[in-house]
């Protein structure tokens, strides 16, 4: 029967089954249990369903679609409305009787905001007319829409009561259009609802049939964290799968906001279960890029949660994953690498003042904060107490390994210089064309050098030296092969590393009696010592005293090479020209080094240091011409070019001696690197129980920091403790509301089983 105009009638719940495309039976919903709904133009009051579900909305925003279906990027109407900022438009929404159908409590494409709160934050004025919560009837003739309502409510009874091995993967279309597990799972206080879902069967990689977004993607989404455990926890379950913008779980994972204190710890237990995941590749998944080219790790950057980003870092990885989060970390600034640092260690409940304080380091963490620090441009967070107090800690512990290597290097290099002096000295057949005589050490006959030792004494002196020297190249040559096979990659980037093979290899040459040249062995011999003891210099180079110096020399050696390397040609064009005025007159020393290019060239850069002896240069070869070009060149190389390489080196001296503390903890990071790398070669038996500790522990009885860096580290402390404080409060707050909801479902399963029991005994009383 039709009726003219408007007309309102309360309706009972009613279900709509039709047909999907999938050829599947789907749910529609039409109200709640009582709705009032008005008829729109154009439409008769028997056409109240049609009014109020699926053309709702469609004379206020002038289009045929549905309101509560999202397009593909998960957006309705109400959401468009809101992004484009069109108040009318969303309030015209609100006001319309047939809003009460309204579905705005899902999550608009890739937001973690339901469409309320967005609402309630963006139009506060208009929070009044905003719709309930839809519920659905509990005495609904479907068991689809029972089953829905039962998990609305929050009843367990009902919902176990109702669920079947058909509705396992249901699909609900209006108004919700999603799976009953994509609703449960991004349901607040609905954990036991989804793990009878996912114990029954349901599948756990479905993906909506309108946004194509993955079921762990959505539940990610909603924040629903202790949900995205149990998923997690599923062997079954595609880590690999990713949304329409090709985003993976772990892109997800890394961008969903903690909306509770207790977020962190779950956010940590979710990291575990996806690094624990057979599926899971860190190593790809931390550079892994969406359509927007983001990475995970380039996401928890962007968005500022530096307790994400230490996860990740405090993770294993290979080169090239670090080689991406450096870059990612290289743009970023100095506040948020500091609050990075602040969550690199775990500290107990001493407390911060008391000598047994312990704070647990995070080594991974901070190793990989310590090369950022050093290949970025904020080598002064070096200073930041949590870096200092690692620093601390590896130096106490790895300090005995340097000491003994210092001690061994000294030894190997006193027995190098020994044999060598002593072979030059005493060996007959390497001194020659030197005049008979004879004092108190040593006695010259016959071209002989004798050290006023017999033959045979001479002999057994020199043949022990080279044993000791042999057995002492040896262990290095082995330390040096074991840090190449551990890590031959960091090993060969090192040219100290290369310095030592050369070594090695020259000792070996020069000393094992392979070179029967005399001449050659004299060769070696120089090289030998000047290397033995240029690495000497550099090893105590490393200690944190002598490493300003030894930056120094550094500093100003590269200084010169890198400038020197533009003014070569100056050189030769003078070295070339002295050459040709001055190579046909060979009388005195000084005009025989002109005698041709290579020992002219040899001549110009010493006079370049200053040493002209200009008296003793033939300057009547060339008359004028020798003296004009003398004069250029004292004006151009001796004047300008060397006060300006002296200027620099009094500039670099400056910037060295300014930022000295901060080059004295670089010079003892490099040192623990090395320790770290020489430790490595150490066999584990001969190790001490301090040594092969893993973990990085700050102790205040071993503490070698000031006093203003320690405070300044146990405020650090003091401020994690109080943030972890307030997590826990809210525990027992969590603890509490689960126990609330697992003794209302043991409540209503007891009263369910009664009821059967009251049952069967009645019938056995009637039989």
């Known amino acids: 029967m039709k009726k003219e105009g408007p007309a309102e009638e309360e309706m009972e719940l ?153 509705n396992l993967n249901h699909w609900y279309s209006e108004p919700y259009y999603s799976y009953l597990l994509e609703i449960a799972c991004q349901m607040k206080d609905r954990k036991q609802f989804v793990e009878l879902l996912l114990d029954k069967g349901a599948d756990v990689n479905i993906k909506n049939r309108v946004t194509d977004m993955p079921l762990i993607h959505a539940t990610a989404r909603s924040g629903n964290l202790e949900v995205l455990q149990l998923l997690l926890e599923k062997k079954v379950i595609n880590l690999k799968v990713k949304d329409k913008e090709d985003r993976t779980i772990f892109h997800w994972w890394a961008r969903v906001s903690e909306k509770n204190l207790d977020d962190k710890g779950k956010l940590e237990k979710c990291f575990e279960l996806l690094l624990r995941s057979k599926g899971f590749d860190k190593n790809k998944f931390f550079k892994v890029q969406d359509s927007s080219h983001s990475t995970p790790f380039s996401t928890a950057v962007d968005r500022g949660y530096s307790d994400r980003v230490t996860l990740m870092l405090d993770t294993k990885i290979d080169h090239d994953a670090w080689v991406h989060m450096n870059e990612i970390l290289k743009s970023t600034k100095g506040p948020f690498v500091k609050s990075i640092l602040e969550h690199c260690f775990e500290s107990k409940t001493e407390e911060v003042n008391s000598e047994d304080l312990n704070v647990k380091f995070k080594v991974r963490a901070i ?159 120089a090289f030998a010592i ?36 533009g003014y070569i040609i100056l050189i030769l064009a003078f070295a070339f020209s002295f050459y040709i005025i001055f190579k046909d007159n060979l009388e005195g020393d000084d005009v025989v080094l002109f005698a041709n290019p290579l020992i002219s060239v040899v001549k110009t850069v010493v006079m370049f240091a200053g040493e002209f002896d200009a008296s003793g240069l033939p300057f009547d070869t060339l008359p004028g011409t020798s003296h004009l070009i003398f004069l250029l060149f004292v004006f151009f190389v001796a004047i300008v070019l060397l006060n300006l390489l002296n200027g620099l080196a009094v500039g670099d001296t400056k910037k060295v001696r300014k930022h000295a503390e901060t080059l004295s903890l670089e010079a003892r990071v490099n040192l623990i690197e090395y320790l770290i790398a020489v430790n490595s070669a150490i066999p584990d038996f001969i190790k001490s129980k301090k040594i092969k500790k893993s973990r990085a522990v700050f102790s205040k009885k071993t503490n070698i920091m000031g006093s203003t860096d320690l405070q300044r580290f146990q405020r650090i402390v003091n401020e994690q403790r109080e943030r972890n404080k307030k997590q826990e409060e809210t525990e027992p707050v969590e603890n509490w509301n689960m126990f609330a909801e697992k003794l209302s479902a043991l409540q209503t399963q007891g009263a369910s089983l009664q009821k059967m029991l009251e049952s069967v005994m009645n019938h056995f009383e009637i039989k």
């Open 530 to 565: 000047l290397l033995g003891w240029f690495e000497l210099v550099l090893l105590l180079g490393r200690l944190p005293v002598l490493s300003v110096q030894t930056e120094m020399l550094k500093t100003i050696s590269l200084t010169f090479l890198r400038f020197m390397a």
């Open 14 to 166: 009613q279900s709509v089954t039709t047909t999907d495309s999938s050829g599947g039976s789907v749910t529609g919903t039409e109200g709640n249990k009582s709705v009032h709904q008005s008829v729109l133009p154009g439409f008769q009051e028997g056409d109240a369903y049609a009014v109020s579900n699926r053309d709702i909305g469609q004379s206020v925003a002038g289009q045929g679609t549905e309101l509560n279906q999202p397009d593909a990027q998960g957006y309705t109407e109400i959401y468009r409305a809101l992004k484009q900022d069109d108040k009318t438009r969303v309030e015209s929404m609100l006001r319309d009787p047939s809003a009460k159908r309204l579905y705005i409590d899902y999550y608009p494409g890739d937001s973690d905001l339901t469409v309320r709160l967005i609402l309630e934050q963006t139009y506060p004025d208009l929070k009044p007319y905003l719709p309930e919560s839809l519920n659905e009837s509990l005495d609904s003739s479907e068991t689809d829409i029972k089953l829905l309502a039962a998990l609305q409510c929050g009843d367990y009874g009902r919902f176990c009561e109702n669920l079947n091995n058909r």
């Open 367 to 525: 190793k990989n904060m310590i090369s950022y620090v050093r290949d970025s441009n904020h080598t002064e967070l070096l200073k930041h107490p949590v870096l200092l107090a690692y620093i601390n800690i590896m130096w106490n512990r790895l300090k005995y390994i340097f000491f003994f290597n210092v001690a061994f290097y000294v030894v190997f290099v006193a027995f190098l210089t020994a044999y060598i002096l002593f072979s030059e000295f005493c060996n007959p057949q390497m001194n020659r064309g030197v005049a008979s005589t004879t004092n108190e050490l040593l006695s010259i006959d016959n071209n002989n050098l004798t050290c006023g030792m017999s033959d045979e004494w001479r002999y057994g002196t020199s043949q022990g030296l080279s044993y000791i020297l042999m057995v002492l190249l040896g262990v290095l040559f082995f330390r040096e092969v074991y840090q190449l096979y551990k890590d031959f990659v960091d090993y060969i980037k090192e040219p100290e590393n290369w310095l030592e093979l050369l070594l090695i290899f020259v000792t070996f040459t020069s000393c094992s009696g392979i070179v029967d040249s005399i001449e050659a062995n004299k060769h070696l011999f």
